[in-house]
């Protein structure tokens, strides 16, 4: 057990609605990354924050949008949603922002938009 | 921009062998990590191994290692005496120290332990 929490496990919902991934950190940490996972593909970044604030932008669609609120837990929103936004939605948790402290992954949220 | 290859999609090898897996690299940068994770099929991401760019001996974790060669930008994982519990995704990555931190992904590389 990573010791990061996401929730739903399994999502399934309809083209165009919009739904929400929650992401609770490793207690102590004050990084949140969130990564999306096609089918069989490597990870892609979506976006960081550290301490409440945006870090870092990745393939993000503007569509999706993501905030860390003061208790450190962050959540992803996916609107109008697509087919091709099916996909493995990890979230990822470090001590500080920088690159060598390392970071641990939830169990990830499987979206299915049919 | 940085990018990190995969070229085997697939391996096997039979329980107790010893397997490579490949991983290639490209950065104009000097300073980075490499990783490699392991994803078993309850998806879960499991950090495997850590190398650090400024480090030029090799990371080993029991019965992971790397062979990390800079000047060839390779970054190679072998597993020693292979278990039935070692079949997974494993996915190599790349972070800068500086900038955005986020980690850059090979497509992986999907290793089945034979009995």
């Known amino acids: 057990d990573s010791g990061v929490t996401q929730t739903p496990k399994h999502l399934i919902t309809a083209t165009g609605q919009r739904v929400t991934l929650r992401c609770s950190p490793r207690?102590?940490?004050?990084?949140v990354y969130w990564y999306q996972q096609s089918l069989d593909q490597g990870l892609q970044f979506l976006i960081q924050?550290?301490?409440?604030?945006?870090?870092a932008k990745g393939n993000i669609l503007e569509r999706f949008s993501a905030q860390q609120f003061p208790d450190l837990h962050s959540e992803l929103n996916l609107s109008s949603l697509e087919l091709g936004d099916s996909a493995l939605y990890f979230c990822?948790?470090?001590?500080?922002?920088?690159?060598?402290?390392?970071?641990?992954f939830g169990a990830g949220t499987r979206l299915s938009v049919l | 921009a940085q990018t990190v290859t995969q070229s085997q999609p697939e391996m096997s090898v039979q329980e107790a062998e010893t397997v490579t897996l490949s991983c290639t690299y490209d950065?104009?940068?000097?300073?980075?990590?490499l990783f490699w994770y392991k994803q078993p099929p309850s998806r879960q991401m499991i950090l495997v191994i850590r190398?650090?760019?400024?480090?030029?001996q090799n990371a080993t974790e029991n019965r992971f290692s790397v062979n990390f060669q800079k000047a060839a930008k390779s970054f190679s994982l072998k597993i020693s005496d292979s278990q039935l519990g070692d079949t997974a995704m494993y996915f190599c990555?790349?972070?800068?120290?500086?900038?955005?931190?986020?980690?850059?992904f090979g497509t992986g590389t999907r290793l089945k332990v034979l009995a």
């Open positions: 990822a948790s470090s001590s500080q922002g920088g690159a060598k402290n390392i970071q641990y």
């Open positions: 924050y550290y301490n409440g604030e945006e870090r």
């Open positions: 207690s102590g940490d004050l990084s």
């Open positions: 990555a790349f972070i800068l120290t500086s900038g955005t931190y986020k980690y850059i």
């Open positions: 950065t104009s940068e000097n300073n980075y990590y």
């Open positions: 190398q650090e760019a400024y480090k030029q």
